[in-house]
């Protein structure tokens, strides 16, 4: 069974710092894809950036990056500059049928 | 916005009833799946339909049913309704069954309480 933990229910960042969210998984699939989305107060879930695990290149989104480390299984985003428009939630999740972890609340602080 | 649409926005029913659900894909996606986020918690996956079969379900009893339809719209009906139904109820459509090969694209939710 594919599990996602999200070791950090909230965390705080000031506007244009940089956070790092954390997600670990577990999955016995030798190819996997694995996503962060955001969810805004307003509740549509956005993708974010999403990882194919055969690359090892680690993928960025203009001020989203991730650090992919396959053998750890971990995958975290980081955020640069952070902007007011970045608080939500964000959420880690693994493969197509996409099963997410619960969710880190992030507060961006002017 | 996503151009995914779910209707209602907001539901309240009473146990045992019976609740139909209803999303609109975006134009061209075959392939639609359906989630269960509970407060404070991340979605859980309830199924996946493709081209109007069934295409992958998780773990969730036979009480939670769908419909996709040639339209691009698709139905989560859940029978017996029970205390623990009430979540936000997500749709999410991609252009294939593999949906990891292609973006998921989420509706913004219908809220059923269930009282």
């Known amino acids: 069974a594919q599990t996602v933990t999200q070791s950090q229910p909230e965390m705080s960042v000031q506007e244009a710092e940089t956070v790092t969210l954390s997600c670990t998984y577990d999955?016995?699939?030798?190819?996997?894809?694995l996503f962060w989305y955001k969810q805004p107060p307003s509740r549509q879930m956005i993708l974010v950036i999403r990882?194919?695990?055969?690359?090892?290149q680690n993928a960025t989104e203009n001020r989203f990056s991730v650090n992919f480390q396959k053998a750890a299984k971990s995958f975290s985003l980081k955020i640069s500059d952070s902007q007011l428009g970045d608080a939500a939630m964000y959420f880690c999740?693994?493969?197509?049928?996409?099963?997410f972890g619960k969710g880190t609340r992030l507060h961006i602080l002017p | 916005e996503t151009g995914v649409t779910q209707s209602p926005t907001h539901l309240i029913k009473t146990r045992g009833q019976q609740v139909t659900l209803r999303c609109s894909s975006q134009s061209g996606h075959n392939t639609v799946s359906w989630y269960q986020q509970a407060l404070g918690q991340g979605p859980q996956f309830i199924f996946q339909?493709?081209?109007?079969?069934?295409?992958g379900r998780g773990n969730f009893p036979p009480r939670f049913s769908g419909l996709q339809f040639p339209n691009y719209s698709s139905e989560l009906n859940v029978n017996a309704l029970e205390l623990d139904d009430s979540a936000l109820y997500l749709c999410a459509s991609s252009l294939s069954a593999g949906g990891s090969l292609d973006t998921q694209y989420f509706g913004p939710g219908t809220r059923l309480t269930v009282l």
């Open positions: 990882q194919e695990a055969y690359k090892q």
């Open positions: 999740a693994v493969d197509d049928k996409i099963i």
């Open positions: 339909y493709y081209r109007e079969e069934e295409n």
């Open positions: 999955t016995s699939e030798s190819d996997y894809y």
